[in-house]
């Protein structure tokens, strides 16, 4: 079982629909939770990270850490086609400093 | 948010030769940089982990000789990768911390080898 699940897609929606991203964890030591955005042949863009559990907002991006049931969410309200991106899930502990990822969700955003 | 560069983004060699990735850390200084492999439509594979004025870790599977990482100062970190061949022909991507936990990437290096 990887430590990071995430569901692949691609997703696909509408512009203007609110999205929802999601993953799972299985270790318990996990204290750090960040989101990238990755466009093709790019570098992964670093867009919100939360410390322990909560919610944390940015302009049109909210995410969400749930310790109890280990799910990190993020939401993205009035998507937009710049939107479409590849969005990766990340964690770490407090002991190793490298993050470990999922493997990313294909989103589209159809104008 | 903190500035990594990366350098070059995009690199063709020939087999056998050698190739030299940098990442730097623009506007923060960096005591630790990790070095990551992205195939096509997968993620991230931690490579090494790079500390400052002290040998890289490397990540069970990977050749530490074939994938020579220096971090001679608190703003640069080297990838060489040796003696390459088409099988090493990846996207390398580095990034830095920056405090406690947000780490910051670079753009990434598409490697091809001919």
């Known amino acids: 079982q990887k430590e990071v699940e995430q569901d692949p897609g691609p997703l696909s929606v509408p512009e203007g629909a609110i999205v929802s991203l999601n993953c799972t964890y299985s270790n318990s030591a996990f204290q750090y939770f960040m989101w990238y955005r990755q466009y093709s042949r790019k570098g992964p863009e670093l867009l919100m990270y939360t410390y322990s559990s909560g919610n944390k907002e940015d302009g049109r991006f909210t995410a969400q850490v749930d310790k109890s049931s280990k799910y990190i969410s993020l939401f993205i309200r009035d998507s937009q086609p710049s939107d479409s991106a590849t969005y990766l899930c990340?964690?770490?502990?407090?002991?190793?400093?490298?993050?470990?990822f999922g493997s990313g969700t294909r989103l589209q955003v159809q104008p | 948010g903190a500035v990594v560069s990366q350098h070059p983004s995009r690199v063709i060699c020939k087999s056998g030769t050698s190739v030299k990735i940098e990442c730097r850390s623009l506007?923060?200084?960096?005591?630790?940089m990790f070095w990551y492999r992205q195939f096509p439509k997968q993620s991230l594979m931690l490579m090494a982990t790079?500390?400052?004025?002290?040998?890289?870790?490397?990540e069970q599977g990977v050749e530490k000789d074939k994938f020579l990482i220096n971090h001679a100062s608190l703003t640069l970190s080297t990838l060489t990768v040796t003696s390459a061949h088409p099988e090493d022909s990846s996207f390398y991507i580095c990034?830095?911390?920056?405090?406690?936990?947000?780490?910051?990437f670079g753009q990434g290096t598409r490697l091809t080898v001919v």
């Open positions: 990034s830095a911390l920056t405090g406690e936990a947000e780490a910051f």
């Open positions: 790079s500390n400052e004025g002290s040998k890289a870790t490397y």
């Open positions: 990340a964690s770490r502990g407090t002991g190793r400093r490298a993050l470990t």
């Open positions: 506007d923060f200084q960096a005591t630790t």
